[in-house]
């Protein structure tokens, strides 16, 4: 072979080996990255609903103090103070007003301190101090706050944060302040995790801080300024920032209660670090994974180019001894040509030899068919080419064909014969037939058929000669007879087999498309057996109608062992007669059989699920007698319990038991109840409870003196109109006509 053959085949070896090892790798390297992007995307939303958690506190405490605030401006008692001096005859209504302060202030809030502050007289009142303007500590604050013309606004003053509302609450006119100050230190303690480098941020509408510590401060001004902000996931609103060597990865949240910003600052390595670990060494098991990879396919490509270099040594051998073969196919490059030659040729030489060991075989059958040869054994079918190793077990048959038609022309039936070993040839299977021999008008075959029992095995047998025959038919236009031997298992009685099947064919004198089977009982016997069977069926549906399962089960065993040796036609009429009677059981009790499952027991065949006497008698237990006896006793199960709830409902007939109450009587479902009482007695439970009501009544009406007022209590109704109402509707009488009619009908 040459280079370039050698380098085009290893080439494409190699690249088809590359591009479908590429594949598992990519479905990796795919899996690695959703990994790693679920991983990171988990930690956002851990590091968000930690936001959300701090976020959801603050609100809760800004807008707890908010309200309390607007509810005490609103307050006779303030608006009345904030006017009042700061003298004693006003102390009452000072300390009334401080204890409402403190009530505000020792609730569970990051409030610090609360003041009331009277502009107009210019005192402060706080939850623990009242003094004036002038001595407070922040009054540079508390005035400047005054100052603002808002009636509701934030202020922050360094590690302070005021929320103010004016009193009364107009932003020129209000005589006085209510101020709540939060310690944003506190605030955020329990909220910042220094240690592990995370920070808390307020930023109110304008971007101004409102609460944070330090450092925090110094990043959002950063951040404000610079605008380094990188947006790594959608669906989370978060950010990577820098801040001077640090980079910081920052989640937001912006309230519904007043539109502030809440920050979380992370450090990226705290967020980072674990992924980073994660994805370099994914990345290290890829990379070796394709450094194997690539090893492996160069050595799988070297393994598998070897044997296409045997081949094309060997073919190029071959080719020296084939001189009719074309300079084309002889060309170097024409590998797949070449060989497609010799294979070809290959199979010629086969067929031909082939057919060489058909002709002896056939020879070495006519003789022993025609008793040249008698007692053959194993070694002298071996030695003649047939292939007995595997006919361990089983039975042989051998079949005789006849054909029925005149020919004007030897030519005419040599066509024919010819046709007919065809269609035979094509219907047996080589393995377990021996080669078709014909001897006169009649093709000898003889066939193995390796089954579990004889019945079985003429059965397979009986299939083979209808297939001929009507193979024949349809294809030739000439119908044959076809007899066929008993089974038997010594290769010596093949000579007894065909003396048998042609026997066989001389019960099909006259008749066109006929199988017949080699048989030594007479007609007597066969009425007899007949008489027989139907008797023992008898007996199998007499105990289906009086109940007794046990018994059936023997009887069937009986009636298939009594069928077995009918023939097969006679076979299959018995059981469909047998399966009629059984469905006609089931049509008096209202069932429905498993239809699938007489189909199959119907079809009994050798090639069919029910293939032989043992499945066949399972199938109709199992599947046709078995159901039936227990769907009758269930049936009667069903009216023994429907007959215990009505004689119930009748013995308590005045208690007026509703259809809950009956069922948790008889631990039923009340839903599958009412269904279950509709389908056997034909009436819904309540109709059913009313006419037994009426007739009662009616009775009673009849018999006794008792009045309609005591009958309509006694049997649950509201009122005696009711009663009157509901008897007048199934009897068309009122209850004093139909006593009147009763005891003039008796007397």
């Not at 790798?25 to 939303?45: G, I, K």
Request: with cysteine.
């Amino acid at each position: 072979m040459g280079k370039h053959l050698k380098n085009r085949y290893y080439k494409q070896i190699l690249a088809v080996l590359f591009i479908v090892s590429l594949v598992p790798v990519m479905f990796l390297s795919y899996f690695m990255y959703s990994f790693v992007n679920q991983q990171r995307t988990a930690v956002y939303r851990t590091a968000m609903s930690q936001l959300e958690n701090d976020q959801q506190e603050f609100e809760i405490s800004f807008s707890y103090v908010d309200m309390a605030l607007i509810r005490l401006g609103l307050k006779d008692t303030c608006l009345s103070t904030i006017g009042k001096e700061r003298e004693a005859k006003n102390f009452q209504a000072f300390n009334a007003l401080q204890e409402e302060l403190q009530l505000i202030s020792n609730t569970e809030t990051e409030l610090e301190e609360l003041y009331l502050v009277s502009q107009q007289q210019g005192w402060i009142l706080g939850n623990t101090s009242f003094h004036n303007i002038e001595e407070d500590a922040n009054q540079n604050v508390i005035q400047m706050l005054l100052r603002t013309e808002q009636s509701a606004f934030w202020y922050r003053d360094q590690d302070q944060l005021y929320m103010c509302r004016r009193i009364p609450i107009n932003s020129k006119t209000g005589r006085g302040m209510l101020i709540a100050k939060f310690d944003t230190r506190t605030m955020l303690h329990q909220k910042d995790r220094r240690e592990e480098g995370e920070r808390l941020l307020l930023i109110d509408k304008e971007n101004m801080v409102m609460a944070g510590a330090g450092k925090s401060i110094h990043i959002w001004d950063d951040i404000r300024v610079v605008k380094e902000i990188k947006n790594e996931n959608a669906e989370i609103d978060v950010s990577e920032v820098r801040f001077q060597d640090e980079k910081y990865v920052m989640f937001q949240k912006i309230s519904d209660y007043n539109g502030w910003k809440y920050l979380l600052l992370v450090p990226q390595n705290q967020i980072y670090g674990n992924l980073k670990r994660i994805s370099y060494i994914i990345l290290f098991v890829i990379f070796n994974l394709l450094m194997l990879d690539v090893a492996v396919i160069v050595l799988a490509s070297k393994k598998l180019y070897s044997p296409i270099g045997k081949i094309d040594e060997t073919v190029t051998n071959g080719m020296r001894y084939a001189e009719d073969a074309p300079e084309t196919i002889r060309a170097e490059d024409g590998l797949m040509e070449r060989v497609e030659y010799m294979v070809n040729k290959n199979v010629e030489m086969k067929q031909k030899l082939k057919k060489d060991q058909k002709d002896g075989q056939q020879l070495f059958l006519r003789k022993i068919y025609q008793g040249e040869i008698t007692d053959p054994d194993q070694k002298i079918f071996e030695k003649n080419g047939f292939q007995l190793k595997q006919l361990d077990s089983g039975m042989f048959f051998v079949m005789a064909v006849k054909y029925n038609c005149h020919f004007a022309t030897p030519e005419d039936k040599q066509l024919y014969l010819f046709a007919l070993d065809n269609i035979v040839n094509e219907l047996i299977i080589p393995e377990e037939t021996f080669p078709p021999v014909l001897i006169g008008s009649l093709l000898y075959l003889t066939f193995y058929m390796k089954t579990d029992s004889a019945e079985s095995a003429g059965m397979k047998a009986q299939l083979l000669a209808v297939m001929i025959t009507t193979t024949v038919k349809k294809y030739m236009g000439y119908p044959v007879n076809i007899g066929i031997s008993q089974g038997f298992t010594q290769l010596k009685n093949i000579k007894t087999g065909a003396e048998e099947s042609k026997k066989a064919l001389q019960d099909a004198i006259g008749a066109e498309g006929e199988v017949k089977f080699y048989h030594s009982h007479s007609t007597a016997s066969e009425h007899t057996a007949s008489l027989g069977v139907k008797k023992q069926r008898v007996q199998l549906m007499h105990s289906v109608d009086i109940g007794e399962p046990e018994a059936c089960k023997k009887e069937l065993v009986d009636y298939i062992q009594e069928i077995s040796t009918l023939p097969y036609y006679v076979f299959k009429l018995e059981i469909c007669k047998l399966v009629s009677e059984i469905l006609n059981v089931y049509n008096d009790y209202a069932l429905n059989p498993d239809y699938e499952k007489v189909g199959d027991i119907v079809d009994f065949d050798i090639t069919k699920t029910v293939n032989n006497c043992e499945k066949l008698n399972s199938y109709l237990w199992e599947y046709l007698l078995e159901p039936l006896f227990a769907a009758i006793c269930s049936q009667a199960k069903d009216r023994d319990m429907m007959q215990q709830i009505i004689e119930y409902l009748l013995d308590n007939i005045e208690q007026d038991i509703n259809l809950e109450e009956c069922a948790r009587h008889f631990n039923y479902n009340s839903n599958y109840l009412s269904r279950w009482f509709k389908k056997k007695t034909g009436m819904t439970y309540t109709d059913f409870i009313s006419n037994k009501k009426m007739e009662r009544c009616k009775t009673l009406l009849a018999e006794t003196d008792i009045s309609v007022n005591e009958l309509a209590e006694r049997f649950g109704y509201s009122s005696p109109q009711n009663f009157i109402r509901v008897f007048k509707k199934y009897t068309f009488l009122t209850p004093g006509q139909y006593r009147k009619n009763e005891r003039e009908r008796r007397k």
